[in-house]
Each structure stands twice: as structure tokens, then as C-alpha cells.
């Protein structure tokens, strides 16, 4: 099946986790990834891949030896991203976003440099949100960054709420057209 009809599939089945009706574009991916340093960052999280559009673009630019930690609680989605992606890099983990903590020790690690997410928090209960927004937060390396897209501005102030200061950048190339959110965790 492809990427889009079982995107579509699974946003009919489960429409408030999936949040869209299609994969992300590349020019979205590439908005979402441009500020990251991977020459530096040694451990990425990624939150929420689908269908994979942005963690193939991520493995392109990963660091030989860093670690990519993709979370992914759709079955469907977790069953076709472990047979698409095979890099030793990669830790596939078919669970919620909100055990960040839980997996990085599973995994022997402390903290990340950079955290993907393309969750649809704008569907998620408020609980959730915050709950995952801070498990991200704490999970970040000192001044390690937190990258968001969504389709509206309704979780700005969520995002603000746990990281302070947030930056937001907008692109029409994208079906729905979406927000890039850039926060960072305090500098010690
Ligand atoms: C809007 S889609 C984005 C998919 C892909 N990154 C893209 O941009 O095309 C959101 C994804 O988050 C996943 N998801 C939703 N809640 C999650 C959670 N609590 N933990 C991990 N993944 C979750 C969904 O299954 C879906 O794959």
C-alpha cells in the first residue's frame, strides 16, 4: 500500500492520533530540520514518524555515530517503518512519546540533543499535552532543542509554558499548510 492511501486508512481509523489525512511534504521536512546541528548532536528523538517522511531525512544527515530514538504508537505505522527502516542507528520504540525518559535509560543514554516532534497536540487533552511537552523538556540536554510542526497556533501556549520563549516560522508548502515551532531548553 502506499505512504498516502495508508495514511488516509489510518486517519479514518484514528483520526485524533493520526491529525492529518496525508504524509508531510519534503519542503515541510526540510523547514523542520534546517536549524538542527547534526554535526553535533549525537542523540535525536523523533516523535510521532508516520509513514517516515521526516525520519528518512533525518538518517540522511544523522551523525555516524549518533543514536535516532523514533516513537510510534500507530501499529500499522510502528509494522511498516520496521521493515522500511533498517540502520543500526535507529531505535524504533512502539510506544507513547510520554516515556521519553523510560527509553533513553532502556537505551543507556542520559539526554538528547534534539527532539522531532510531528504530534498533534492540538488534539491531545491538556494533560497529555503538557505531560509530553515536559517529558521532552526534561529530556533535552541543556540548551538541546525541541522542534514542533502543527497546523494552527492553538498549542503556542502550551509549548510556552514549559519552554518559555518559542519561535515560529510558517510554511504554504504543505497540505495543510503549517507552523514551525523552534524552542530550546534553558542554558545551565
Ligand atoms: C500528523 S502525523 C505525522 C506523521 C509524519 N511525521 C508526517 O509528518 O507525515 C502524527 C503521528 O503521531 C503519531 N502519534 C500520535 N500520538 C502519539 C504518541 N502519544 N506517541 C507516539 N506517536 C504518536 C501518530 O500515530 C502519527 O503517526
Given at each position: 500500500m502506499s505512504s498516502k492511501r495508508s495514511f488516509l486508512k489510518q486517519f479514518w481509523k484514528e483520526k485524533k492520533m493520526v491529525g492529518s489525512m496525508t504524509p508531510s511534504s519534503r519542503f515541510l521536512a526540510s523547514k523542520m530540520l534546517e536549524?538542527?546541528?547534526?554535526?553535533?548532536?549525537?542523540v535525536v528523538i523523533e516523535l510521532?514518524?508516520?509513514?517516515g517522511v521526516f525520519t528518512e531525512k533525518i538518517i540522511e544527515k544523522l551523525h555516524p555515530e549518533a543514536r535516532l530514538l523514533v516513537f510510534e504508537l500507530n501499529d500499522l505505522f510502528f509494522d511498516a517503518l520496521s521493515k522500511k527502516i533498517i540502520d543500526p542507528r535507529v531505535i524504533l520504540i512502539h510506544?507513547?512519546?510520554?516515556?521519553i525518559s523510560e527509553h533513553l535509560k532502556l537505551n543507556g543514554l542520559n539526554s538528547a540533543d534534539v527532539v522531532i516532534s510531528s504530534l498533534?497536540?492540538?488534539?491531545?487533552?491538556e494533560d497529555l499535552k503538557d505531560h509530553i511537552l515536559e517529558s521532552a523538556y526534561n529530556s533535552l540536554e541543556s540548551g538541546g532543542k525541541y522542534i514542533q510542526f502543527q497546523?494552527?497556533?492553538?498549542?503556542k501556549k502550551n509549548l510556552e509554558k514549559v519552554f518559555g520563549k518559542v519561535s515560529i516560522a510558517f510554511t504554504p508548502l504543505n497540505f495543510p499548510p503549517a507552523f514551525v515551532y523552534t524552542c530550546q531548553r534553558n542554558e545551565n
Open positions: 536549524n538542527v546541528d547534526f554535526s553535533s548532536s549525537r510521532g514518524p508516520g509513514t510506544d507513547s512519546a510520554e516515556k498533534p497536540l492540538a488534539n491531545f487533552p497546523y494552527s497556533l492553538m498549542s
